[in-house]
Each structure stands twice: as structure tokens, then as C-alpha cells.
């Protein structure tokens, strides 16, 4: 199985040997699985000749060897169609979905699979890296169990490349659950994570965008074309929206907040009103209130209608007629209740709450304290003002190092 | 969480750079030449500081547009073997760089009075902490604030009482002389106030910063105030020492010579301020060199970098920032060690190596399918090339007069 490193330069022969010229790249078809190799670029002189695959007999370390004796001045120059697997893929980064993270491209191996030559993996260990800096011999003290290939169905593009996108979609990318995406994001820098960003789906890049650190998300957001970003963030809960919009820079705040959905831009407006280390600088001010007044059925059938995400009905808050908060129910209170019952007569009077100035570590000592998914915040009136839920708060208590931090270089 | 005092919010990367490049190997430099040749070699910091404008603007240009450090864009557009050798120009400068900020530290501490041997091993240990604990943003704030300190050497300056009619003749009217002394410096001052580790710095942190072609006329000009204010600080400090210790024929033998004799000429004061500058300054480049070293190597190498990994998920960019620092103090504790030949070397290796990078970052900003429309235009590529030039021609010659006159030792 050779590598890339090891046929760039050798000579191309004609079938009786005679040299005639040198291969300077190999064009594959990344649309395909495991993308074969359809031309390459033959150097004579100065001119560049592109070969297609149906006219070479060989292609191996010792050199490359055509099927027929041709002019080499009838191939045309190398179109764009192909990839470019020396120029657009070594040396650059990519995303390993299997291992979640980004890796440098130090070789690429090529598997002869029938009449084919195939893309088969790539290599970004040490003794790549030695390999391509012509120094093999410390790679065979590190051993070829060091070799670890990843398989090139389980890579997606990194960034843009000078400004290439590879025609590998990302569709492994968008498979991998939002956090994994995070972690990868997290150690690109804003621009490259931009790239990512908008070419993903408003709601994968929502959530993805969501578990970064903030001021990486803020660096991300800020580096993203303003539509695109105030899409991203229109798809997400107001109150993560406020965290990363809180953290860039106020007058590219206010122009994204400009181009977001109104309602949208409002909620995040006001939550933004609030101190970050308060209970209002936490909450999610999305939260269902329903009336004493109603019945069972009435709520389960609005839950219907709204279909909240899942940490929005952990807990259902109730409502006196002047919006105070005067009761709580769990969805099984609720489901388990006769359909005609009133909500008054199955929630919980002693409702556990916290004020929108609480500090946030006191809002963290309630949720662990009383075991709660979330707690309802009021303002000085009672009204319920929104809802801080344990995920709001798991950065607060969990060690640093298991957050999405980004790579950067001063911490 | 960490909201930036409002003093940071206003220094972007520019600027911070253009204060962490006064280190101490630039004090050094600038103390050195005003004290060995007067006021002569004011004339080059007309020439460094519109040099040092247009060869960050570069970098911090090919941040925004690209979003990418240097390191990563000569690895992608050169491949393995160039970037090796970019590698170990940049290792190379930057280890005897960190030496020269441990040999800062050393300098600033006995000029109090206090052994080096106590000092050296306590502000290892401080930045290894500092950094390790991810706690370098916040430090970054207090040390910046300290640097105002160098606004007392344009007090000094003034306080020295110079002739400011041979400041003004000297700062507009080159002159030059071919003895192996005076091109030590001249390349000194050069290789201090356009270092290689700079460029790679500056980038990362446009890069780190998320800014982008949108924010970018507002970076041009943090740049160019960061660049100003480099040269007008040693500008200061040249006219500070030529206008005491040339004056008055008192050689500068260590650094603290350089205290000792400012005493008597411009006061305690004087001195103290020197001297608190100088640790600053030391440790402030004592960070962030093995910091921007470990992280330009890991980047060009695609190894996992980042103070907030695990150590046992980047044990190369670890390994290599633990391995300068303590390199650099060491180096320093060897009994006997000439400070000042440690704190002036930097400049010197720095200045021969920085063509190198010079001409890797011109390749890269005219290169069309990176920048697009963003590559250099004539005024900045003719002003990058004659600095590029001029550097090579320097050490030529500089070479050449040093074997003809069989002389190896860098400082005189």
C-alpha cells in the first residue's frame, strides 16, 4: 500500500522505460466511497499534463508507468473538477468524526483495489510526518504498531482550504450529536468554525454553537456572515442566544440582534437586561405557565399544539390570574391525572423559587439541593419572569476540563 | 465569565504585542547602543518603526482574511519540509530568546540586590503556573498595567538632560560604519524591535480573537500604534543612556552597570524604575515566548495545543513549553554566565534568522488563492522587501567582517 509522499516526484516512464516526465499530484473523485484515483498530474518541463487513469499500467514508489507510448503534449492542462490530493488535502485539517477531532493530513494512503488505486485513509501520525521529511528510519524504531491510519469514510472536511471546499459534504459531520461537533469546533479557530457553522443546518449549528464556551462562541458568532449567525441564533433557546451574544462585541450585538426574527431578538433582549451571574442572566425566559383554572386535558392538549423541547416540561409552573406563581406540576402529575380534573386540585402549593437577582450559585445550590431538572425565577411581584434547568447550571459545578474549551493560545 | 478590564478592552493584539516586544532583550539592545554609540544610531528607529508597521500589518492582515495562524499557513502552502525549517528558525530564536528574559529577571533582581539564584527558580515556577492554571488572561492585565512603567523611561529621557539638537540631527541623518561593533548592534536593534516570534504571536492572537475582514481597519490601526509605541519607548531609552552613560565614557559591562551607573547620573530613582521595568518586561516575555513557541510548533505539526487540554492530551505542546522554561532558567543559573552576552544574543540571532520568516510571510500575503484581494500592494511589498533585503545584506556583511577580523564573540 503506498503513500502519497512516496509517489510525488518519482519519474513517469512510457512502456519501454524511457522517462518523461515526473508526477506532480493525483486527481481523485471524492463523490465516490472510498474516491478513486481518475487522473494524474504528469509534469514535463514546465508545462502540467493531466493523465487519465485508463492510460496508466502503474502507479507504485519506483515510478509511474504508461500504458502507451504519447505524446505527453496531448493530454490537456489539469482542470478543477478533480481533487487535488497533494494541493487540497495534505498538510491541511480535517475533522476525524470517528476519534472527534481535528487532524492534520500528514500522508494519505492509497489502496490498490482491483484495477483501481484508492484513497483508502489518512495518515496523521509522527512517523507520517518522518516519512514525508525523508527520515524513515526513526518511524521503524517507533514501530509499525504506531501506525494508526483513519479510515476516509469516517473523515469530513475541515475548514475551507484556500477557499476549495472539498466535494466532501458534511454529511458525516451533521450525523455526530452537537456535543462532538462542539468539541471538534472548539479547536478550530473562529474563522475556520464559522466555515463549519454555516455550512451546517440553522438547528445542527444552533445546538452545536450552544456547547461552546462563550467567549469561543462569541469569537465563532462574530466571524460568521451576519445572516447566517442571526439564523443560527433564532434556532436557539433565548437564553444560550444571550450568553454568546453577551459576550461579543455590542455593536455587532445589536446588528445581529437587528437581523434576528423580532420576537426572537426581543427575548433575547431582555434576558440580556440581567446580569450574567444572576438567576435572570441564567433562566430561560421560555416557560410554560399554565392556568389553575385549567383542566388536565386542556394542558396536555396545548403541550400538544407547542411541543416544547424536552428541558422546557421537566416541570409545568402554574399561574394565579395576575401571573404570579402560585403551584407546579411534574408531566406525570399531569398525565396520570383524570382528563376533566383542574390543575388547581393536582399541583403542588409549596413551590420551590428563586428571585431574578439570586446569585447563580445559589440557584445551583437549590437545583442540587432539591434534586430539581429546573427551578422557576420570579421578580419582586412574584410574576414568573423563566426557568433555569440543570443544564443551565452543569457548567457552573462540573470540573473545567470537561467543557468544550477552545484551542487556543492563551488560555 | 471573565470580563476584560476596560484598560485590555481598548489594546488589541497590536498593541500588546508592541509592549511585550520591549522586553528584555530590547532593553537590553536600545540600553547597549545608546550607551556604546551615543545618539548615532537614533536614525534606524526612523526606518524600524515604518519597517515593524508593515511587516505586522502582514501577519495580522493574513489572521483576519485567513483565520488562520502562520504556522498553519505555511504548513498548508509549503508542506512538511519547510515548515520544519521554519520550526527550527522560530525554536531556535525563541530559545535563546527565553534564556535572555530568565537573564532579564536575573539582572533586574541583583540590580535590588537579590541573588538570581533565589529569583530565577521562583519566576520559573511563576509561569509555569500561570499558564498551566489558564490563568494568564488575568495576569496579562496586571503585567500590561505595570508596563506603564515604560512611560517612565520617556522621563528619564527628558530627566538626562541630552542635547536635543544632536537627538534631532542624529534621529534624521543616517550614518553608518563598517566595524564588526557597531553592525553588532545595528543588527540588534533590528533583530530586538522585529523578532521573530512576533509575527507568529500577533497572528494567533488576531486569529484567537475571532477578527475578521470586517474589524480589520480598526486592527491596522492597533497595529500601528502598537508598532509606534515599540520605537518610541526605545527611542527613550537610547537617548536615556547616551545622554548619561556615553556622555560621561562609562562603559556598560552588565546589566547592572547600566543601573549602577544611572544612579549617580540620573537618580535612584532613575535606576529603581529601570530595574522594575526590566523584571516586568522579562516576565512578561517569559510567558508568552515558550506560550507562542509550544503553540506555533503543535499548530504546524497538527499536535493538540491548548492550555485548557489535559496534559496528558497535548504532551508536546507541555512538553515543549515546559522544556523552554526550563531551558531558560537554567541556562541563566550556570555559575558565571555572562548576563549581558545572554540578554544581547537574542537580537543578534534574531535579526540573521527573521529574513527567513519574512520571506515565507511575503509568499503567503501575495499569494492570491490565500488572500484574494487582501495581498500586499506595491508601497507595502517594496517596504517588506528592502527590509527583507537590508537584513540579508546586514549579516553578510556582518559575517564577513566577523571572519575577516576571526572574531567570534558576539558582543564586543
Given at each position: 500500500m503506498p503513500f502519497l509522499s512516496q509517489l510525488l516526484g518519482r519519474p513517469v516512464l512510457d512502456p519501454d522505460g524511457t522517462r518523461v516526465g515526473s508526477l506532480r499530484d493525483v486527481l481523485v473523485l471524492t463523490e465516490v466511497a472510498y474516491p478513486p484515483v481518475r487522473a494524474v498530474v504528469v509534469r514535463s518541463g514546465r508545462r502540467l499534463h493531466a493523465v487519465p487513469w485508463s492510460d496508466i499500467s502503474s502507479v507504485t514508489p519506483r515510478g509511474t508507468v504508461l500504458r502507451r507510448s504519447l505524446d505527453l503534449g496531448a493530454y490537456p492542462e489539469p482542470g478543477e473538477d478533480l481533487v487535488w490530493l497533494a494541493r487540497d488535502v495534505m498538510d491541511k485539517q480535517i475533522?476525524?468524526?470517528?476519534?472527534?477531532?481535528?487532524?492534520?493530513?500528514?500522508?494519505?494512503?492509497?489502496?490498490?483495489?482491483?484495477?483501481?488505486?484508492?484513497?483508502?485513509?489518512?495518515?496523521?501520525?509522527?512517523?507520517?510526518?518522518?516519512?514525508?521529511?525523508?527520515?524513515?528510519?526513526?518511524?521503524?524504531?517507533?514501530?509499525?504498531?504506531?501506525?494508526?491510519?483513519?479510515?476516509?469514510?469516517?473523515?469530513?472536511?475541515?475548514?475551507?482550504?484556500?477557499?476549495?471546499?472539498?466535494?466532501?459534504?458534511?454529511?458525516?459531520?451533521?450525523?455526530?450529536?452537537?456535543?462532538?461537533?462542539?468539541?471538534?469546533?472548539?479547536?478550530?479557530?473562529?474563522?475556520?468554525?464559522?466555515?463549519?457553522?454555516?455550512?451546517?443546518?440553522?438547528?445542527t449549528a444552533a445546538r452545536a454553537l450552544a456547547e461552546l464556551s462563550e467567549d469561543h462562541g462569541a469569537a465563532v458568532l462574530s466571524a460568521m456572515e451576519p445572516e447566517e449567525a442571526a439564523d443560527v441564533l433564532d434556532e436557539m433557546p433565548p437564553d444560550d442566544a444571550a450568553d454568546v451574544l453577551g459576550d461579543v462585541e455590542k455593536e455587532r450585538a445589536e446588528e445581529l440582534m437587528s437581523l434576528m426574527e423580532p420576537q426572537a431578538a426581543q427575548e433575547v433582549r431582555s434576558l440580556l437586561a440581567y446580569p450574567e451571574d444572576t438567576a435572570g442572566g441564567l433562566m430561560n425566559s421560555r416557560v410554560i405557565a399554565v392556568q389553575e383554572s385549567d383542566t388536565a386535558d386542556e394542558v396536555i392538549a396545548k403541550?400538544?399544539?407547542?411541543?416544547?423541547?424536552?428541558?422546557?416540561?421537566?416541570?409545568?409552573?402554574?399561574?394565579?390570574?395576575?401571573?404570579?406563581?402560585?403551584?407546579?406540576?411534574?408531566?406525570?402529575?399531569?398525565?396520570?391525572?383524570?382528563?376533566?380534573?383542574?390543575?388547581?386540585?393536582?399541583?403542588?402549593?409549596?413551590?420551590?423559587?428563586?428571585?431574578?437577582?439570586?446569585?447563580?450559585?445559589?440557584?445551583?445550590?437549590?437545583?442540587?439541593?432539591?434534586?430539581?431538572?429546573?427551578?422557576?425565577?420570579?421578580?419582586?411581584?412574584?410574576?414568573?419572569?423563566?426557568?433555569?434547568?440543570?443544564?443551565?447550571?452543569?457548567?457552573?459545578?462540573?470540573?473545567?476540563?470537561?467543557?468544550?474549551?477552545?484551542?487556543?493560545?492563551?488560555? | 465569565m471573565l470580563r476584560l478590564g476596560p484598560f485590555l478592552a481598548v489594546m488589541g493584539p497590536g498593541i500588546i504585542t508592541g509592549i511585550v516586544d520591549d522586553d528584555a532583550t530590547g532593553i537590553t539592545g536600545y540600553a547597549l547602543a545608546g550607551a556604546r554609540f551615543g545618539y548615532s544610531l537614533l536614525w534606524v528607529l526612523l526606518l524600524t518603526i515604518v519597517a515593524l508597521s508593515v511587516v505586522q500589518e502582514m501577519g495580522a492582515r493574513m489572521g483576519a482574511v485567513t483565520g488562520k495562524g502562520l504556522a498553519d499557513l505555511i504548513r498548508e502552502r509549503f508542506g512538511v519540509r519547510i515548515t520544519a525549517l521554519a520550526m527550527v528558525t522560530l525554536l531556535t530564536a525563541n530559545v535563546v530568546t527565553t534564556v535572555a528574559e530568565f537573564a532579564g529577571v536575573a539582572g533586574?533582581?541583583?540590580?535590588?540586590?537579590?541573588?538570581?539564584?533565589?529569583?530565577?527558580?521562583?519566576?520559573?515556577?511563576?509561569?509555569?503556573?500561570?499558564?498551566?492554571?489558564?490563568?494568564?488572561?488575568?495576569?496579562?492585565?496586571?503585567?500590561?498595567?505595570?508596563?506603564?512603567?515604560?512611560?517612565?523611561?520617556?522621563?528619564?529621557?527628558?530627566?538626562?538632560?541630552?542635547?536635543?539638537?544632536?537627538?534631532?540631527?542624529?534621529?534624521?541623518?543616517?550614518?553608518?560604519?563598517?566595524?564588526?561593533?557597531?553592525?553588532?548592534?545595528?543588527?540588534?536593534?533590528?533583530?530586538?524591535?522585529?523578532?521573530?516570534?512576533?509575527?507568529?504571536?500577533?497572528?494567533?492572537?488576531?486569529?484567537?480573537?475571532?477578527?475578521?475582514?470586517?474589524?480589520?481597519?480598526?486592527?491596522?490601526?492597533?497595529?500601528?500604534?502598537?508598532?509606534?509605541?515599540?520605537?518610541?519607548?526605545?527611542?527613550?531609552?537610547?537617548?536615556?543612556?547616551?545622554?548619561?552613560?556615553?556622555?560621561?565614557?562609562?562603559?556598560?559591562d552588565t546589566v547592572t552597570d547600566v543601573a549602577q551607573t544611572l544612579r549617580p547620573l540620573a537618580g535612584d530613582f532613575t535606576a529603581r524604575l529601570f530595574a522594575i521595568g526590566l523584571l516586568n518586561a522579562s516576565l512578561m516575555a517569559a510567558v508568552v515566548l515558550p506560550l507562542s513557541t509550544a503553540y506555533a510548533v503543535c499548530e504546524a505539526f497538527g499536535w493538540e495545543r491548548s492550555v485548557n487540554?489535559?496534559?496528558?492530551?497535548?504532551?508536546?505542546?507541555?512538553?515543549?513549553?515546559?522544556?523552554?522554561?526550563?531551558?531558560?532558567?537554567?541556562?541563566?543559573?550556570?555559575?558565571?554566565v555572562p548576563l549581558l552576552t545572554l540578554l544581547f544574543l537574542p537580537n543578534v540571532v534574531g535579526g540573521i534568522l527573521l529574513p527567513v520568516i519574512l520571506l515565507l510571510m511575503l509568499r503567503l500575503v501575495n499569494d492570491r488563492k490565500i488572500m484574494g484581494t487582501w495581498v500586499n500592494s506595491p508601497v507595502q511589498n517594496v517596504i517588506a522587501w528592502l527590509t527583507t533585503g537590508s537584513l540579508i545584506a546586514l549579516t553578510i556583511i556582518y559575517l564577513v567582517i566577523a571572519i575577516l577580523e576571526g572574531v567570534g564573540v558576539l558582543t564586543g
Open positions: 475533522v476525524d468524526t470517528a476519534g472527534v477531532k481535528l487532524v492534520r493530513v500528514n500522508d494519505l494512503a492509497l489502496v490498490p483495489i482491483n484495477d483501481e488505486l484508492r484513497l483508502g485513509g489518512v495518515d496523521s501520525s509522527t512517523a507520517g510526518l518522518l516519512r514525508r521529511l525523508g527520515l524513515p528510519w526513526p518511524s521503524g524504531l517507533l514501530g509499525r504498531s504506531r501506525l494508526r491510519l483513519i479510515d476516509w469514510e469516517q473523515v469530513d472536511v475541515g475548514p475551507a482550504i484556500d477557499g476549495v471546499r472539498l466535494n466532501v459534504t458534511f454529511d458525516r459531520l451533521h450525523r455526530m450529536r452537537s456535543a462532538d461537533i462542539a468539541a471538534v469546533i472548539s479547536q478550530m479557530s473562529a474563522g475556520e468554525a464559522a466555515d463549519v457553522l454555516e455550512a451546517l443546518q440553522d438547528k403541550l400538544r399544539r407547542i411541543a416544547p423541547p424536552e428541558d422546557e416540561i421537566y416541570y409545568l409552573y402554574v399561574i394565579d390570574d395576575d401571573g404570579r406563581l402560585s403551584g407546579v406540576l411534574s408531566l406525570r402529575d399531569l398525565v396520570v391525572s383524570r382528563p376533566d380534573e383542574r390543575i388547581a386540585q393536582i399541583m403542588r402549593r409549596d413551590v420551590k423559587y428563586v428571585h431574578l437577582n439570586d446569585p447563580q450559585d445559589e440557584v445551583a445550590r437549590m437545583l442540587v439541593r432539591y434534586d430539581f431538572l429546573g427551578i422557576p425565577v420570579v421578580d419582586d411581584e412574584n410574576r414568573l419572569k423563566g426557568v433555569v434547568t440543570v443544564n443551565d447550571v452543569v457548567d457552573l459545578v462540573a470540573p473545567r476540563s470537561w467543557r468544550n474549551r477552545p484551542r487556543r493560545m492563551r488560555g | 533586574a533582581s541583583e540590580i535590588f540586590g537579590v541573588s538570581r539564584y533565589i529569583t530565577v527558580p521562583i519566576a520559573a515556577a511563576l509561569v509555569f503556573l500561570v499558564v498551566v492554571l489558564g490563568s494568564y488572561r488575568r495576569v496579562e492585565v496586571v503585567l500590561l498595567t505595570v508596563s506603564l512603567v515604560f512611560l517612565s523611561y520617556v522621563i528619564t529621557g527628558f530627566m538626562a538632560k541630552p542635547d536635543w539638537g544632536a537627538v534631532g540631527g542624529h534621529f534624521a541623518v543616517p550614518s553608518f560604519n563598517f566595524t564588526l561593533p557597531y553592525l553588532t548592534i545595528l543588527i540588534g536593534v533590528i533583530g530586538t524591535t522585529i523578532a521573530p516570534w512576533m509575527q507568529f504571536y500577533l497572528q494567533s492572537s488576531v486569529v484567537d480573537k475571532g477578527l475578521g475582514e470586517r474589524e480589520y481597519r480598526l486592527e491596522r490601526m492597533d497595529v500601528y500604534v502598537g508598532s509606534f509605541l515599540t520605537n518610541f519607548i526605545a527611542f527613550f531609552i537610547i537617548v536615556t543612556t547616551a545622554a548619561t552613560l556615553f556622555a560621561h565614557g562609562k562603559p556598560a487540554r489535559p496534559l496528558r492530551e497535548a504532551p508536546a505542546f507541555f512538553g515543549l513549553f515546559a522544556a523552554l522554561i526550563v531551558i531558560g532558567a537554567t541556562a541563566v543559573l550556570i555559575p558565571g
